[in-house]
């Protein structure tokens, strides 16, 4: 994978722009009239109070518990940062309560617990037990850990997990298994060494032989040696429980013939001669982070039989977290669980396992630059955006914990849940990630046309940092090195920089620009004018000549005359129509809109291809589209000036029976609210509420959008310019850095298909 950097000032202004933080707590039923407050507080809210007086488990009906984790830490033991307290492991915290949310749709509460005694800290929970469905317990230190950990599970009814120790583990064991079956081996059979004595290593090894390693072929080491019995020095009531009837007493006496490695101890623990004395096949889980205790590299270059994996993205076979716990919480909060018991970790890693040997969808594959994403010893761990987890995972710890007795809720129809787990999660965000992911195995030359504006000489150094592609600027380079110094950028960045008034390709843009224009009443020095003094004609010069894969600009200038100075060079694709499209993305919801951007008063035609348009765009991004054509009235009732042409395109799309839903024309409300659809007009086409909007004009479009924008509740991308020959995105006039970013990283993937 591409090396991606992120900055200081790049990480502090994304915690701190806008909202600062990374969470917010959303309303989910209308607060709008004084009825709804009543029955949202008083009076109203006594009714499910007296139920759940009567009735603990209907608190799971009434209020937001079944859905509820909460994310609790210390500070004692954070990343790799050590203990830095309660108040500075926040940051982490949250950042856990979005992965919660992203992955799995389980809302989550961070709590920093300002202790380090464990009393104080299990109390501080327990009694904070009503509020939560479950809790995930993180980045607390060894042994404290331990105890907190099974003294809270022994005092509450809902599931504690500790993921720095099982999700690990599960994750680990997930691995373990493939790479057995690749091997052709069996796991009561196995020799394993574990290196490491922290919450996880010790997870790993207790997990691994509940799932059949014998106690006897497993041996722990600690940075003293080997953990043996009798050994006295440095030893705890955890680590005597796995002590070893061993004469080993090194890490590479241990490792003399050991089938498994599994690391998670420090970086270079592991020399390629202790690699060279394993047994044939080794497989080496080398998970010390940011670091491994040995690369893949090193192994290959004493074993090319070993199978590798680690925890770090750029290595393939990546023991990542995220893999495990959204979803594990996710079957156990579905089936209303008690605990996380064994069964219902095992079932997990077996999960997780199974899908790394099915075929890989596409999207996944094209997203991690189009490799063959293949079960193989590369491949014994999925990737962890893959959409499939959502489902696979869930149900396999919901099953396991029915079988197991502690499920308060059983599932009876696991079909419906199925769909359910599939529906949690709207595919745009999964899709935008393997575009994103597809950019950096690919990377483009983007230009940025207006190379001097400060947002965009920042936009382009973080384009480069994430790497997305290879950032060309336009304009005097004195002047942007200087603004460049002036935002702070550090000084070895590297830009490359074209001074469209002095470049030695003017001749040859002039002459390109020329033969596009001078039959339209331009004169060649017209063209020598636009090419030196405009960057947006230079840039798309550029682009149109091979220099650059993709353009970005709009930044400093209206939407329309940074379009028109494309335009003067770059045409429409052959049988295609140059339009807008705004994605808005609201909780779990995702509307295409469309035109927002080149089309002012388009008539049925042209209404008609943008609907195509539209629909296939939003069918790449995993949406099947549901198309409302849109105007000011339903069916021409009433009858106003205009809704003929949207009538019209009805009637088009028709006659060419495209392959997608349409309706109208309709109005917004309509469109959007099915049930309403349905009871006023139930002979519409719709299944579903539209998903695609198409506006009637770019007033309307404009007013939709924009006042959107500024409501917020969403995340907006866009408009995405679609339709031209070559790729280019024109962000709005005032458009944040990160806008600007997006936009680059979407004109660069339209280059590579």
């Known amino acids: 994978m591409a090396d991606s950097k992120i900055t200081e000032e790049e990480a502090l202004q994304f915690h701190a722009q806008g909202r600062p933080g990374k969470i917010e707590l959303t309303p989910t039923k209308p607060l709008t009239t004084q009825r709804d407050l009543s029955l949202a507080y008083s009076p109203g809210v006594a009714v499910p109070c007296l139920r759940i007086e009567a009735d603990p488990s209907l608190a799971y ?8 984790v909460a994310v609790i830490s210390n500070g004692t033991a954070v990343l790799g940062l050590g203990n830095i307290g309660a108040l500075a492991s926040k940051p982490v915290m949250e950042g856990k309560a979005v ?16 202790t380090e005694d464990v009393d104080e800290f299990v109390n501080c929970v327990r009694f904070l037990g009503p509020t939560f469905g479950g809790i995930n317990l993180e980045d607390i230190k060894a042994p404290e850990c331990f105890i907190i950990e099974q003294r809270l599970r022994e005092l509450m009814d809902i599931p504690v997990f500790h993921d720095d120790q099982h999700g690990t583990a599960i994750i680990a064991a997930a691995g373990l298994i493939n790479a057995l079956h690749l091997t052709g081996r069996s796991i009561a059979d196995i020799r394993l060494v574990v290196n490491g004595a922290g919450a996880a290593a010790i997870a790993c090894t207790e997990l691994v032989k509940a799932m059949g390693v014998a106690p006897n072929n497993v041996i722990l080491c600690d940075s003293k040696g080997v953990i043996y019995q009798g050994r006295e020095a440095g030893m705890n009531q955890w680590k005597s429980a796995h002590a070893a009837i061993t004469d080993a007493r090194t890490l590479e006496d241990a490792l003399d013939g050991a089938d498994v490695f599994f690391g998670l101890s420090v970086k270079g623990a592991v020399t390629p001669q202790m690699v060279a004395r394993m047994a044939d096949k080794p497989i080496i889980f080398a998970m010390a982070n940011p670091d491994p205790e040995i690369t893949p590299d090193e192994v290959k270059s ?12 750029d290595y393939p076979n990546q023991v990542n977290n995220v893999l495990g716990f959204p979803y594990i919480f996710r079957g156990a909060l579905d089936v209303r669980a008690s605990t996380i018991n064994d069964d219902m970790k095992i ?21 991690y630059g189009g490799q063959a994403l293949q079960y193989g010893s590369e491949y014994i761990i999925p990737v962890p955006f893959d959409p499939r987890l959502i489902v696979a ?6 099953e396991a914990a029915m079988a197991s007795g502690v499920a308060r809720h059983p599932i009876m129809d696991m079909e419906t849940y199925r769909r359910d787990l599939k529906a949690r999660l709207d595919p745009t965000a999964n899709m935008l990630h393997f575009i994103f992911e597809r950019v950096k195995q690919n990377q483009r030359r983007v230009c940025f046309a207006e190379g001097e504006d400060p947002r965009v000489i920042r936009a382009a150094a973080l384009f480069r940092n994430a790497g997305y592609g290879i950032p060309v600027l336009i304009g005097r380079e004195d002047r942007i090195r200087e603004t460049a110094r002036e935002v702070g950028l550090d000084s070895s960045i590297e830009f490359e920089i074209h001074n469209a008034r002095i470049s030695s390709d003017n001749e040859l843009y002039t002459d390109h620009l020329y033969q596009k224009v001078q039959r ?13 003094q405009d960057r947006n004609v230079f840039a798309a010069c550029m682009l149109a000549n091979g220099a650059v894969d993709a353009v970005v600009t709009g930044a400093t200038r209206a939407y329309n005359v940074a379009y028109d100075g494309i335009r003067q060079v770059i045409d429409t694709a052959p049988g295609a129509i140059a339009m807008g499209l705004t994605i808005m993305i609201s909780r779990g919801r995702t509307i295409f809109i469309a035109d927002t951007a080149v089309n002012e008063l388009p008539d049925g035609k042209i209404l008609a291809e943008i609907a195509k348009e539209a629909a296939a765009y939003a069918r790449r991004l995993g949406h099947e589209p549901r198309v409302g054509m849109l105007y000011a009235s339903n069916f021409g009732n009433p009858e106003r000036p205009g809704g ?16 997608f839903e349409f309706e109208g024309e309709l109005s917004p409300n309509v469109a959007l609210d099915y049930g309403l659809m349905k009871r006023l007009y139930p002979f519409s086409r719709l299944t579903g509420p539209a998903n695609v909007l198409v506006m009637p004009g770019i007033n309307s479009a404009h007013v939709a959008t924009r006042m959107l924008q500024s409501l917020g509740g969403g995340t907006m991308i866009g408009p995405l310019l679609i339709g031209l020959e070559h790729p280019v995105q024109i962000a709005q006039m005032g458009a944040s850095v990160s806008d600007i970013v997006s936009l680059a990283a979407l004109a660069a993937h339209d280059a590579i298909v």
């Open 99 to 114: 992965l919660f949310k992203r992955f799995a749709d389980v809302d989550s509460i961070d709590l920093e617990v300002s």
């Open 61 to 68: 009906d009434y209020t937001a518990k079944g859905n509820l």
């Open 393 to 398: 995972v869930p149900m396999a710890v919901a």
């Open 520 to 532: 339209k009443g331009m004169l060649y020095r017209d063209c020598q004018r636009l090419v030196n």
């Open 302 to 313: 004493v074993r090319s039989d070993a199978i590798m994996a680690t925890g770090r993205s």
């Open 644 to 659: 003929q042409r949207v009538r019209d395109a009805v009637a088009i799309l028709t006659q060419q029976t495209p392959d």
């Open 347 to 367: 079932a997990a890693a077996q999960a997780i396992a199974e899908l790394a040997r099915e075929d890989v969808p596409d999207e996944v594959a094209n997203a």
